[in-house]
């Protein structure tokens, strides 16, 4: 991919190419990408060290699907519902404000009241979008690209390389008036030589959530693989893989709504013998420095870090990059679990092709809602509806025609056309969307966490 600015071609990482950008991005002019015609418009954003350019706000399908900067339809998951109301990127300054529908800090008094005005309301209004805890982790691994997935990244993708990612993700994020990532807690990949550094850097971050004086405390947020947790007399330890001197407490009724909530997906995960559980979860620092946990989600992925939220998606993503296939994992944000969206779109057919999977077969009523969205999108789609077994996946470079696990009434499912090669993005100057392109490894990246 080749970017433009002001009709010449960009090398966003040269001197010439921050010198450029510096002057640009004063002046607020806009960066084309050369992916397609029309160009895309990007934008430039500062970062701590550098100008990087990113895709503008509800642009990503605009790029070619080959474009690092692509990025399938929303509507095809639940970010459409919370793009541009819970989720408000700012062009002009960089940032991306989420608005939380969970608290950053418990006050004095248990229960805040309610503002009164007194007075009736003269509109009817749909109630602001805010996004749930579990919701930030599924916005945290979208925006690192953690849910996009090519055949080279076998084999690279481990802890240190997640945990880099998450931190790149939250940066230039604003919660409740916070930097998130001032508050956001993600394990350094552990090494045991390396522990009173890593534990001393943790330190400086849960000092910043200590409660100053008799005002409000402080909430974190931690993101963490969750290894199991140890009951105490007045509660339960959580522990978390990286974290090994680190615990996490809850009291009595956290541990055991958490039992309640997400015991059947850890079974689920200690029945398939592999894969990981991901935590979020806010927390404050009790007095004594240890930290307290308060609201908790969760969400399995496979042991390549794709999210997965029943077990014949997870047969299919399976499939797919066990045929080496390039594909863009889809999350379900704030929708409700029997809300229909794509598992995956694929990403290495001519243009994008929407994977649909029915979790149940037999319940008709979500079928039918699946049915309707595959054949009413904006993409082609491939789609596993019945109990016989999937049908082949298009083949790479193939053109948009549907593909359908049960063959419609009257005719086939489309012409298969010859395989062509796996096509990848190459990478550019957008950090957010290259993260993944050409897998970033830190020295010493060779040991898997």
């Not at 080959?66 to 929303?74: A, H, I, M, Q, Y």
Request: aromatic share 8%.
């Amino acid at each position: 991919m080749t970017l433009f600015l002001n009709g010449s071609p960009l090398v966003v990482d040269s001197e010439a190419g921050q010198r450029a950008l510096t002057v640009a991005h004063s002046a607020g002019t806009r960066v084309q990408c050369g992916c397609r015609s029309p160009s895309p418009e990007m934008y430039i954003a500062a970062t701590a060290d550098k100008f990087i350019v990113k895709r503008m706000p509800g642009t990503g399908s605009d790029h070619a699907i080959d474009c690092p900067s692509f990025l399938p339809s929303e509507e095809l998951s639940g970010l459409a519902q919370v793009q541009a109301s819970a989720i408000t990127e700012d062009p002009d300054d960089g940032t991306t404000t989420l608005k939380l529908g969970f608290p950053l800090r418990k006050n004095s008094n248990s229960r805040t009241a309610p503002e009164q005005s007194g007075a009736k309301p003269t509109e009817a209004k749909a109630a602001p979008r805010k996004l749930t805890i579990t919701s930030v982790l599924h916005f945290l691994w979208h925006e690192a690209d953690l849910g996009k997935w090519y055949p080279r990244m076998e084999g690279k993708r481990f802890w240190r390389v997640i945990h880099h990612a998450l931190r790149r993700a939250a940066a230039d994020k604003i919660v409740k008036g916070l930097d998130l990532s001032g508050i956001l807690y993600v394990p350094e990949y552990f090494k045991p030589e390396n522990k009173g550094e890593i534990a001393a850097r943790r330190n400086r971050l849960f000092a910043d959530l200590r409660p100053a004086g008799r005002g409000a405390t402080p909430f974190g947020l931690v993101v963490a693989e969750y290894k199991g947790k140890e009951t105490t007399p007045h509660g339960a330890r959580f522990i978390f893989k990286h974290a090994p001197d680190c615990a996490f407490f809850a009291d009595e009724d956290l541990s055991r709504k958490f039992d309640k909530v997400f015991g059947e997906q850890l079974l689920l995960l200690e029945a398939m013998g592999s894969g990981h559980a991901i935590l979020i979860a806010s927390f404050s620092i009790a007095k004594a420095g240890y930290p307290v946990l308060h609201e908790i989600g969760m969400m399995l992925v496979t042991d390549n870090w794709i999210p997965f939220e029943s077990l014949r998606e997870l047969e299919v993503l399976k499939a797919l990059t066990e045929q080496s296939r390039a594909f863009q994992k889809q999350m379900r944000f704030n929708l409700r679990l029997n809300a229909p969206i794509a598992s995956a779109v694929l990403l290495d057919t001519t243009d994008p092709i929407a994977v649909f999977v029915a979790d149940n077969p037999d319940d008709a009523g979500a079928l039918a809602l699946l049915t309707k969205a595959s054949a009413e999108g904006r993409y082609a789609s491939w789609c596993w509806f019945d109990d016989g077994p999937m049908r082949p996946f298009p083949h790479r470079g193939a053109s948009s025609s549907n593909h359908h696990s049960r063959p419609p009434e009257g005719g086939a499912t489309g012409q298969s056309v010859r395989p062509s090669p796996v096509v990848e993005p190459r990478a550019s100057g957008d950090e957010r969307d290259t993260i993944w392109d050409s897998p970033i490894l830190p020295k010493g990246a060779s040991d898997h966490g």
